[in-house]
């Protein structure tokens, strides 16, 4: 799966926005990761992987992005999130999928950002599992903790 494929299932379309061609030839792994964009009656969910900086910049050259909920990038790490990324595509709600780490994820510079924009934010290292389904239209929150 590579940039510009798509799945197709119901009402659901699932796009794949990176990595392309020049990314897979990356050193960087984290440039090589899928990001994706679910897009449903109900809501847009963008899963952005491990990118960081340079890969949000590119997404946001070709793509207008606005979703519902974004899982966060790199668990929170300061090189994710960047301000632009986030005022582009205004999460209501982040997910930040992170456990007890050595690198200090997720960072206070990246929950900073998403407070900013007033995302709902939730960690599973504090929440637990993050379950999200629709109800009418409605998005639900439900969590482990």
Avoid: C
């Amino acid at each position: 799966l590579v940039e510009g494929d798509k799945i197709h299932y119901q009402e659901n379309n699932l796009s794949f926005l990176s990595p392309g061609k020049k990314e897979l030839e990356s050193k960087e792994l984290n440039d090589t990761v899928l990001v994706m964009l679910l897009e449903s009656p109900w809501a847009k969910i963008l899963f952005t992987g491990d990118i960081g900086f340079k890969i949000e910049k590119r997404i946001l050259k070709k793509y207008n992005i606005k979703t519902d909920v974004l899982k966060v990038s790199h668990h929170g790490s300061k090189y994710s999130s960047s301000e632009e990324f986030l005022k582009e595509t205004q999460p209501k709600l982040s997910i930040i999928e992170v456990g007890k780490n050595s690198y200090g994820h997720p960072t206070k510079e990246a929950l900073e950002r998403l407070s900013a924009i007033g995302a709902k934010i939730f960690r599973t290292d504090k929440d637990g599992l993050v379950k999200i389904t629709t109800n009418n239209g409605k998005l639900l929150i439900f969590k482990s903790d």
